[in-house]
T-cell receptor, first 113, second 112 residues
Framework: TQLLEQSPQFLSIQEGENLTVYCNSSSVFSSLQWYRQEPGEGPVLLVTVVTGGEVKKLKRLTFQFGDARKDSSLHITAAQPGDTGLYLC?????????????FGKGTKLSVKP | DSGVTQTPKHLITATGQRVTLRCSPRSGDLSVYWYQQSLDQGLQFLIQ???????AKGNILERFSAQQFPDLHSELNLSSLELGDSALYFCASSRDRAYGYTFGSGTRLTVV
């Protein structure tokens, strides 16, 4: 079974702090996606990373795909209360019985003003 | 509005009952995916349909079934409901999974 482990599970920080959340697996993925989910809503796609070592920036968010395509990280600079939510990583598999995205359990981020 | 419509938003029903959840995918998306989200298990893939055909199956119970209709909307049928089936059920659609899924707002199912 392919698993994606996210850490930390919970993170509570003050506005203006920086943070990094991690997504790790023993499996290789063809690409990896990050989503953000707010209470009562479905996950919303933030970014897709495809190439090993790839770095993508989305305003204050920086996403990196590991060289071996088994892990990824999300770094947020100067966090704001609007960044609060559940951050999910999801790996796209190379076929297999699931044939779909494998989701981690997420990092629940709370940014206090 | 993500473009993926799920109804109903909330559903409360008794154990042993049967319910149907409905999903209309984003315009142009041929693939529909169903996920179950609970606090302890996270997002669990249930089943995928592509243009009316079942494409992949995940951790879907035998009491659950789904279908995708010619107009591409999909229904997830849950029967003989148990307390443990209480969860958020999400539908997502995509043109190509490599470019991400668009999720609906979900149906919160409570079995009492």
């Amino acid at each position: 079974t392919q698993l994606l482990e996210q850490s930390p599970q919970f993170l509570s920080i003050q506005e203006g702090e920086n943070l990094t959340v991690y997504c790790n697996s023993s499996s290789v993925f063809s690409s990896l996606q990050w989503y953000r989910q707010e209470p009562g809503e479905g996950p919303v796609l933030l970014v897709t990373v495809v190439t090993g070592g790839e770095v993508k920036k989305l305003k204050r968010l920086t996403f990196q795909f590991g060289d071996a395509r088994k892990d990824s990280s999300l770094h947020i600079t100067a966090a704001q209360p609007g960044d609060t939510g559940l951050y999910l990583c999801a790996g796209v598999t190379y076929g297999g019985s699931q044939g779909n995205l494998i989701f981690g359990k997420g990092t629940k981020l709370s940014v206090k003003p | 509005d993500s473009g993926v419509t799920q109804t109903p938003k909330h559903l409360i029903t008794a154990t042993g009952q049967r319910v149907t959840l409905r999903c209309s995918p984003r315009s142009g998306d041929l693939s529909v995916y169903w996920y179950q989200q609970s606090l302890d298990q996270g997002l669990q893939f249930l089943i995928q349909y592509y243009n009316g055909e079942e494409r992949a199956k995940g951790n879907i119970l035998e009491r659950f079934s789904a279908q995708q209709f010619p107009d591409l909307h999909s229904e997830l049928n849950l029967s003989s409901l148990e307390l443990g089936d209480s969860a958020l059920y999400f539908c997502a659609s995509s043109r190509d999974r490599a470019y991400g899924y668009t999720f609906g707002s979900g149906t919160r199912l409570t079995v009492v």
